[in-house]
């Protein structure tokens, strides 16, 4: 979403210059490559038919059939941007009712705009650690802090983008370049959050993955992500099925459009794959001012607009609210239509607990002041408390901390240069090694990049209650550091003894497009891959006058690390990825060997940019008209593309080294679910029932200000002038006047997808087909360390379909094996992990069917496969050469 402040500015003076440039030489787009259609998908299908929603939607339709028409359309749309009350987001209530405004909050990664909370490591940071009961962990006390400041709905995880663009701008919101690492880490941190009572948001739905153009103004409409239909299963969408499984509450379109339809009125892509085919039974809310039509989003299965205000916000002004009430009055949004957006938001509340003991909001995100304006953009605010200093951190650190260490990934330990003795002559270069001087919350969304680097910048943050650095946590073990405190060499340095190691901190930042950062418009489109402030130039000079270096990068992503890598001095590489408040200490720890570093690398490193294609390379540029962002490369992207290619990286996919060693013994594979001769899913069951309401035309009575309310300015409200009211519901009650509907409109039912059936699609798409278990040894004789166990598939070969040659399909890690140390670890393969999406049967498809070996390949990183087991055979073997 939009950033606090920056958003509505960027998007303002965006407008502008857009329109001085050339308003009457832009065409409303450039055309949709031949092929990508964003087919018409009618109705939306309501809500309340999956069991594990009945009892949510039981108790939402008993309320919502006591609203009145401007209760309901009150509850699916905001008050306002900085509305106060007090959240980036709060939608109307129904008081009367008992069900309050909800209060909607940033970020992924902690409570945004708030006091006294945990800033933790990024979700690049977590996926990094391969850990899923520290990403569960992770997420129990994101929701326990969202709870504790009385906040409805976290606006996170994000799987989307997921991460095809090195240099894409929100990268490092999510857990890595690969499909089922994303689906695993947002499931997990899913089921932690909601499981203190919060509604979780699976966003952006989809295709948002590159900052520039995202959005819709006047004169340009966001970029087209123009994907094909097999690619987005496998490949975009696979994450959200996998958090919609979970159960999660809430979905967040993205800004851009998907083969030239804007994801937040994209009927395919939400009333089709969202809600028919993954069965999601939560709510649809657009993303902040994403919201561009009044009847055609809502007949293509939004339910809540975001916060409120029509795309160009703070003239008073929506798509829904007051014209949502007219749209029913006038007969063009069905009523039926109203209703399941209404009760989807009211069962998401109750579903998550929220009716009983939910706490109100006691933080601002305008302010951190005690007393503040309520209304801050209504100028004519009265002042009040809005904020009590809610401690909500418990000892959620500790956490916090492990994330962070578990993440740092060693990429390069030549000679056993790390870890570092306490008696070491320790000599550190680089601003990243301390805290801001001004203060780590000094920049504003933290859009700057200026000492440590813990998160990027934009919405996706939070405040920092303290930031541990790494220089402190260093002179803590070894006092004598010497720290050069600057990214350019001294231009006088005497000359450092042998013994002297240099440690070097770079980094490389990027964030949300409402920001700018040393030239970097949210996407990295300045430094590229670069490390940032001549970070390399730091390191070649540093290597040139001391025999060993250690480079540490702070990083939203990959780098090239050519132009040092290998100079004979360079003897280690870590990535911290962006450690969040716990900088110094976690990573002291791995430096210094009290633990061994276990972090794997969510991405892979290329030595070139272009060792990718452009569409993964490049960002797509200014046109005149809709940008097109094709996704030619299909499902290669990340290892796909380079394995495909035999480009081999710098750094692949999943590695990381560790000080000791592992062997992965008796690998051994068992068959849980036949799957023989069952070439598609078993049919799916039919669908439960729905709540069923009127269908009439409420009367006009139901939207009609109350005499005597006191408005405030700007706020938006659901009700209408007498007259408006009645006008509507003439023209709604006699047909007087006709919507004209989108292409393909249509109320009868679609029937129900073959490849649906349940949350996230056929449940039997679940079905575990294999589980491969391998005793896991510290086969190292000095340091304890926790190894990552990948488990990558490859499909048969002879089938119709191409498939990538191996694809991550499970991890898991172990706890920390002393020397000697073993544990048996299992890891599992569902009939979705060995199926391909056939776009005929639009369904998914299980190529072996009919015999066919498929190779589960474990091992340590995407291209250190081992041990091998077979599914015809239901064997084993381990010392294998690995497929790429
Ligand atoms: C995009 O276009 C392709 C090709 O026509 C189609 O298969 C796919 O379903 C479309 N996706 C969406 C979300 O409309
Ligand atoms: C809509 O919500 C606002 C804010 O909570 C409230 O003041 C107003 O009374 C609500 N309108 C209706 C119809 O309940
Ligand atoms: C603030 O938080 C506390 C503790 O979570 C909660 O009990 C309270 O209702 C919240 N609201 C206010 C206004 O204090
Ligand atoms: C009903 O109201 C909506 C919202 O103002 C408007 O977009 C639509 O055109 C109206 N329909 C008719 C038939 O007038
Ligand atoms: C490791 O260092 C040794 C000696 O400094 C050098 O000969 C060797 O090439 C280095 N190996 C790598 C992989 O950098
Ligand atoms: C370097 O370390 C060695 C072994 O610890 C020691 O004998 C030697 O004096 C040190 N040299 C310098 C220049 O400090
Ligand atoms: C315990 C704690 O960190 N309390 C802080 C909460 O926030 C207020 C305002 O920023 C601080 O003054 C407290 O120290």
């Not at 939004?302 to 007219?326: A, V």
């Amino acid at each position: 979403m939009a950033s606090r402040t920056g958003g509505a500015a960027a998007l303002v003076l965006g407008v502008l210059t857009a329109g001085s440039l050339a308003a009457s030489v832009v065409t409303p787009r450039d055309p949709v490559p031949a092929g990508y259609v964003a087919a018409p998908y009618y109705p939306a299908p309501p809500g309340g038919w999956v069991d594990s929603w009945e009892e949510a939607y039981t108790k939402a339709s008993a309320l919502v059939s006591q609203m009145t028409l401007a209760e309901k359309t009150n509850i699916t749309s905001g008050i306002g941007i900085f509305m106060g009350k007090p959240c980036v987001g709060n939608t109307g209530s129904a008081e009367r009712l008992g069900f309050p405004r909800l209060c909607l909050q940033d970020s992924a990664l902690g409570v945004a705009s708030a006091d006294n909370v945990t800033a933790f490591p990024a979700g690049i940071t977590t996926g990094a650690t391969f850990d899923k009961a520290l990403i569960y962990a992770r997420g129990v006390a994101i929701g326990e802090e969202f709870r504790g400041k009385g906040i409805n709905v976290y606006l996170g995880p994000s799987v989307g983008p997921l991460g095809k663009k090195p240099l894409g701008g929100r990268n490092w919101e999510g857990f890595g370049s690969d499909p089922v690492l994303q689906a695993k880490a947002a499931s997990l941190t899913v089921k932690g959050v909601q499981e203190q009572g919060i509604i979780a948001t699976i966003k952006h739905l989809i295709g948002n993955e590159q900052e520039m153009y995202r959005m819709y103004n006047p004169f340009q409409p966001g970029y087209s992500a123009n994907i094909d239909d097999r690619t987005l299963h496998e490949l975009y969408l696979w994450p959200f099925a996998e958090v919609v499984h979970q159960g999660v509450g809430a979905v967040m379109t993205a800004y851009n459009a998907v083969n030239g339809s804007a994801c937040s009125q994209h009927s395919y892509l939400i009333n089709g794959l969202l809600k028919d085919e993954l069965g999601f039974q939560g709510f649809v809310m657009s993303d902040w001012l994403s919201h561009i039509s009044g009847v055609d989003s809502a007949l293509a299965g939004l339910d809540m607009n975001m916060p409120g205000d029509t795309n160009i916000p703070l003239f008073g002004f929506s798509n829904w609210h007051y014209e949502l009430s007219r749209s029913v009055l006038n007969g063009s949004v069905p009523v039926g239509r109203l209703n399941d957006m209404v009760t989807r938001i009211v069962a998401a509340w109750y579903k998550l607990g929220q009716d009983k003991d939910h706490p109100t909001p006691n933080f601002s995100s305008n302010t951190r002041d005690r007393n503040g304006l309520l209304y801050p953009a209504a100028l004519l605010s009265p002042i009040g408390q809005v904020n009590w200093f809610v401690n909500v951190q418990a000892d959620h650190y500790i956490v916090a901390r492990q994330v962070a260490q578990d993440a740092i990934t060693l990429l390069k330990n030549n000679g056993s240069a790390l870890p570092l003795s306490p008696s070491a002559s320790l000599h550190v270069f680089g601003t990243a090694a301390q805290v801001n001087p001004d203060g780590p919350n000094a920049c504003m969304n933290r859009a700057c990049n200026k000492g440590t680097l813990g998160m990027g910048w934009g919405s996706g943050v939070a405040d920092y209650p303290y930031l541990d650095d790494p220089i402190t946590a260093i002179k803590k073990r070894v006092p004598s550091t010497q720290f050069f405190n600057t990214d350019s060499f001294p231009w006088f340095h005497p000359t450092p003894s042998p013994n002297d190691t240099a440690i070097v901190f770079i980094t490389s930042d990027a964030g949300e497009n409402s920001f700018t950062v040393e030239g970097n418009n949210g996407d990295r489109n300045s430094a590229k891959l670069a490390a940032w402030h001549n970070g390399d130039e730091l390191v070649r000079k540093v290597a040139e006058k001391y025999s060993s270096v250690i480079v540490i990068a702070q990083t939203v992503g990959p780098l090239i690390l050519e132009s040092w890598h290998d100079l004979p001095s360079v003897k280690a590489v870590l990535f911290q990825h962006l450690p969040g408040q716990e900088a110094g200490e976690s990573l002291a720890e791995v430096l210094f060997g009290n633990v061994s570093p276990s972090g794997h690398l969510p991405y892979s490193i290329t030595k070139r940019a272009d060792d990718f294609p452009d569409s993964i390379a490049n960002l797509r540029g200014f046109a005149f008209g809709q940008v097109q962002d094709t996704y030619s490369e299909g499902l290669y992207i990340d290892y796909r593309y380079l394995n495909k290619n035999g480009v081999k990286p710098r750094y692949a996919f999943g590695h990381g080294l560790s000080y000791t060693s592992f062997s992965f013994e008796n690998p051994t594979i068992k068959s849980v679910t036949d799957l023989t001769g069952a070439l598609v899913p078993p049919a799916r069951g039919p669908k439960g029932s729905t709540p069923t309401y009127s269908t009439a035309i409420p009367p006009a009575s139901e939207a009609i200000w109350p005499a005597g309310f006191n408005r405030i300015w700007r706020y938006l409200y659901s009700w209408l002038n007498e007259g408006e009211a009645k006008e509507a519901y003439a023209v709604g009650t006699t047909g007087s006047k006709k919507y004209v509907y989108p292409v393909g409109y249509s109320t009868t039912p679609k029937p129900a997808p073959a490849s649906g059936g349940g949350e996230g699609g056929n449940p039997a798409l679940w079905d575990v087909a294999y589980e491969v278990t391998v005793t896991v040894r510290n086969s190292g004789d000095k340091f304890a360390g926790k190894a990552s166990v990948q488990a990558y598939v490859q499909f048969p070969e002879g089938i119709p379909y191409e498939t990538p040659i191996v694809q991550l399909r499970d991890f898991e890690k172990t706890s920390e094996l002393a020397a000697g140390g073993s544990e048996e670890v299992t890891v599992r393969l569902t009939r979705k992990d060995l199926s391909v999406w056939d776009v005929e049967l639009q369904n998914w498809v299980f190529p072996g069917a009919n015999g066919g070996r498929y190779t589960i390949w474990l091992g340590e990183a995407s291209d250190k496969l081992f041990t091998a087991c077979y599914t015809d055979t239901g064997k084993c073997e381990t010392g294998k050469t690995p497929p790429v």
